[in-house]
């Protein structure tokens, strides 16, 4: 558990990139772990868009909110990850949804997020996770068809930079035991 909670522990939202290629075995090694990762029922209703064109990049930060502090990794980072989901498969039985929270993709993309972003960290790549964009603008930028969600964009490459850690709340912060 040590090698995993160390990952845990040291892997930040990097913004700022070297200009060096990310050789595809790595990124495929990355991808992998999004192969891994669980889902509900195991959906695995994500899907994974690469982006190298630097074009296609630069409409990608063009979606992005104003002021989002990610715009620049976006084009510098040698490759953005579009992390989309599939619509009314998890959470579904008998096309039927199951949850109080309806579709479990955004539930399911995190988790597959997370390990793409662990799995990076301990190949000597770093990330960070965008989510302040316009979906919708972006989905169109990269094909998304019908029926599937663009939920965040991944930037991925050599860390230039590396911020130190957020201060955290204590586990007996947010921990409680029987009841809230």
Not at 8 to 34: C, F, G, H, M, T
């Amino acid at each position: 558990m040590a090698e995993v909670m160390k990952a845990i522990q040291e892997r930040r939202s990097v913004r700022n990139y070297e200009d060096k290629d990310v050789p595809e075995e790595l990124l495929n090694q990355v991808l992998e772990a999004v192969k891994w990762a669980p889902s509900w029922a195991n959906t695995q209703c994500w899907e994974v868009v690469v982006v190298r064109d630097p074009a296609v990049k630069e409409r990608l930060q063009a979606t992005l909110a104003k002021g989002n502090p990610a715009a620049k990794a976006i084009v510098n980072a040698p490759v953005v990850l579009a992390m989309c989901g599939k619509l009314q498969s998890s959470g579904y039985y008998k096309n039927e949804v199951t949850t109080k929270f309806g579709d479990w993709f955004l539930f399911d993309l995190g988790i597959a997020t997370q390990n793409l972003c662990l799995a990076a960290h301990d190949a000597g790549l770093a990330t960070v996770i965008v989510g302040l964009l316009d979906h919708d603008k972006a989905a169109q930028v990269l094909g998304v068809p019908h029926g599937y969600e663009l939920v965040v964009l991944v930037p991925l490459g050599y860390p230039s930079k590396v911020p130190s850690a957020p201060k955290r709340r204590e586990v007996s912060e947010f921990t409680h035991r029987e009841k809230f």
